[in-house]
């Protein structure tokens, strides 16, 4: 699949120009260089591409600590809603940022609920996720009115995971704030860096701290964490849609607890099970109920758990019930896979208690909820009686080859030209932008970087992803494409 990947299989040279070997990728500077882009701004945006994921900061803290403020800060703009009351930021969001020259992913975890369990509960679930998800972490706190007992609760939660952190001493707004933000010293975090989020004082220097502890690209945690581990597969979906019936299934003994009641699976749960010759490891994951902002203690929880558990997975298959009419929170469960960037396989369980007519509207259902993902492998099984169930591995394989298929670069531009001749984009403005040429920079999910002489509207990219998987497959997987313009000609960068 991966034709051009170099021989030695090292990570580090991979990296180095993306998913492109040497050869391939100095005949492909040159294509470059004749065209008129900037090699600086090419070989960047290769290798963000190569890299695949950007390293992940999380910023957690207590409610009403400036978070949200701070996040605005980092990435240039005013993205996250502020206000002064606690709770204002509901789901997590994730935003992309840089500093000197580093680019890089900021997740801003908002507005805790105080559900029945109490706040020390709800913070420590959302903030253990964070966590877990993050590669490094800013932990803002008030200066003004120092370390309360629930920043005292995510300290030691920062500890346990042992991620670096960075403490940010928020609303410092001149010199005479400085000496509250020595007093947090006394978490045990190391120097609290004295910062006002809404005037900007200090937030370069806490910025630099985190460019020191950040890594340049994630860690890779797929298959279990070492070379030919067993592959990862999440099953993910809404309560009682029959996950744990159907791991049990495939495993052929019962693994795992399934009762009638939704909600018998809280935490995941990882099974190894060997089919065809060949072990995997299945992740039961806890259903999936509602919007996360609008669930409380152990259901809110549960859903941080789950979405955690896809971020490590390789393929997230999808278990729709195909008995009820699909719901909006079917499609929120697929779109949190794609978003991810998982290979994706759906299976619409209970199969074998539908009648013709029920058949025929499902059929109806999928092509209009779910026409986004066409793309997915299609299983339909009954965890209950096992049928189909042969079909489940051969699905998982193909989105598993889609996942990792790579085209190499001098076949994609021959397919690009071909396209670009007999569909042209639109004109727009009296103009009418090309693209050039392109290349695949990276894989897992495939990942291709577009080079065009001007802006390529949404719907030309949706059109050049559409004609990629008819050429080339992309069975079962997301495809990224970022689009990089060529300056005018002349144009020098400030």
Known sequence: MND???????????????????????????????????????????????????PVLAVVGRPNVGKSTLVNRIIGRR??????????????????????????????????????????????????????????????????????????????????????????????????????AAYLWSLGLGEPHPVSALHGRGTGDMLDRVLEVLPDAPRETFGGGGVGGPRRIALIGRPNVGKSSLLNKVAGEERVVVNELAGTTRDPVDELIELGGTTWKFVDTAGIRKRVHLQQGADYYASLRTAAAVEKAEVAVVLIDASESISVQDQRIVTMAVEAGRALVVAYNKWDTLDEERRYYLEREIETEFGQVSWAPRVNVSARTGRHMEKLVPAIETALAGWETRVPTGRLNAFLGELVSAH?????????????????????????????????????????????????GFEGTPIHISVRVREKRGTKKK
């Open 79 to 180: 993205e996250a809603v502020v206000e002064d009351k606690p709770g204002v930021t509901r789901d997590r969001v994730t935003y992309e940022a840089e500093w000197a020259g580093r680019r890089f992913k900021v997740v801003d975890t908002g507005g805790w609920e105080q559900d029945v369990l109490g706040i020390d509960a709800s913070v420590a679930a959302q903030a253990e996720y964070a966590i877990e998800a993050a590669d490094a972490v800013v932990f803002v706190v008030d200066a003004k009115v120092g370390a309360t007992d629930t920043d005292e609760a995510v300290v030691r939660l920062l500890r346990k995971a042992g991620k670096p952190v960075v403490l940010c001493a928020n609303k410092v707004d001149g010199p005479s704030g400085e000496a509250d």
């Open 424 to 472: 042209p984009h639109p004109i727009r403005g009296g103009k009418q932008p090309r693209i050039l040429f392109g290349t695949q920079a990276g894989t897992k999910p495939p990942r291709f970087v577009l080079f065009a002489s001007g802006f390529i509207e949404a719907g030309y990219r949706r059109f050049i992803e559409r004609r990629l998987r008819e050429e080339f």
């Open 4 to 54: 051009d990947i170099q021989p030695d299989g090292s990570a580090e040279h991979e990296y180095e120009h993306g998913a492109l070997g040497d050869a391939e990728y100095a005949e492909f500077m040159e294509l470059a260089a004749e065209e008129g882009f900037d090699l600086e701004d090419v070989e960047g945006a290769i290798e963000a591409a190569g890299h695949g994921p950007l």
